[in-house]
């Protein structure tokens, strides 16, 4: 009986093992990070000049997260932050910049099609992590990838909805830059505060000679 059993436990186990990949290919790794766009990036179609998109990324995980982006076209691609790390609900806007290239082969310009593949892959990490794009390659078994984005162009004379969402969100991207130029809001004493206090001095102490001035001519008259 007990050597049923253990056939039994075998035979089971071995199910399991089987089941496993099986399982984790139905159902994948959830998400951390939602896009907006989701799946496409959307560039106004100008060819021989660098173009920028746009993509909102929101950690909707209740850990901290790493992100980091992708392209099969490092040299004419960059995406402005690269990578960082994402507490739980904060968001950003990143920007996309690439070079449009000619049409060729007799494309209609707006249909032309480019190989290169954007992806925008996550790492769960620990509070206090100090981001390093090195972190993805000591966890490789841990990265997900969030989604693999395709290059969709806009004619930018022809008005959208995907052209004004891809506008407002560059200027939303374009004011944060700005706001990080700009010097920390010091919280501790003004200096005005100091200019206030010594213009107070003199000016106590111009009464303080008023007053002795008009004591020594009373006393002169005395």
């Known amino acids: 009986m007990a050597a049923v059993d253990h056939r039994t ?7 399991l093992s089987w089941l496993c990949p099986f ?7 959830k998400r951390r990070l939602r896009l907006d766009p989701s799946n496409n990036l959307y560039f106004p179609y100008e060819p021989g000049k660098q173009a ?3 993509i909102k990324i929101k950690n909707t995980s209740k850990s901290f997260v790493a992100f980091k982006f992708q392209t099969t076209a490092p040299k004419s691609c960059y995406m402005r932050p690269p990578g960082g790390i994402l507490v739980p609900g904060e968001s950003l806007i990143a920007t996309v910049f ?15 099609k480019t190989k290169v593949k954007f992806k925008i892959i996550s790492l769960k990490v620990k509070e206090g992590t100090d981001y390093v794009p090195e972190l993805f390659d ?5 990265v997900c990838i969030e989604r693999t984005l395709k290059v969709v162009f806009l004619d930018p004379e022809r008005p959208s909805p995907a052209l004004d969402k891809l506008k407002r969100q560059l200027a939303q991207a374009e004011a944060a830059t700005e706001a990080e130029k700009k010097p920390p809001v010091d919280t501790g004493p003004k200096v005005v505060g100091e200019g206030l206090i010594v213009d107070e001095w003199k000016e ?8 002795q001035q008009v004591e020594a001519v009373d006393s002169v008259k005395q």
């Open 9 to 15: 436990r075998q035979q089971s186990n071995g199910k």
């Open 23 to 29: 399982t984790k290919s139905i159902f994948p790794a």
């Open 52 to 54: 920028k998109s746009a």
């Open 98 to 112: 690439k070079f449009i290239e000619q049409p060729e082969n007799n494309e209609k310009p707006i249909d032309q």
């Open 138 to 142: 000591e966890q490789k078994d841990k």
């Open 204 to 211: 106590r102490r111009e009464r303080y000679l008023a007053r």
